[in-house]
């Protein structure tokens, strides 16, 4: 396993989150762990990354590095959250019926 690959499978998830689909890839050189999820009624997707990999990178430029580098289809409620060793890209939102 890629050990970028490893570093971003450890990223921490909240206990009542449920992971559903995982796909590990690299941009530009950068890893990305892309993640559909599900938690308390709502469905979601992350762009997981080592915060090392995109510390020189704001948000607008972030956001704009997924678009058009990564072809991912951000939505208007997009979230970003910065850790220590993780950064969260969360996008695509939608309520289950």
């Not at 704001?58 to 058009?68: E, K, S």
């Not at 950064?87 to 019926?97: D, S």
Request: with cysteine.
């Amino acid at each position: 396993m890629d050990p970028d690959q490893k570093l971003l499978l450890e990223r921490p998830i909240e206990e009542d989150t449920r992971i559903v689909i995982t796909h590990f890839l690299r941009v530009d050189g950068i890893p990305i762990l892309q993640e559909i999820w599900r938690f308390d009624g709502l469905w979601g997707i992350s762009a997981v990354f080592l915060t090392q990999s995109v510390s020189g990178m704001d948000d607008a430029a972030l956001c704009q590095f997924l678009a058009q580098q990564a072809g991912f289809h951000l939505s208007a409620d997009t979230t970003i959250t910065r850790g220590k060793i993780h950064t969260f890209v969360n996008y695509g939102f939608k309520i289950l019926e």
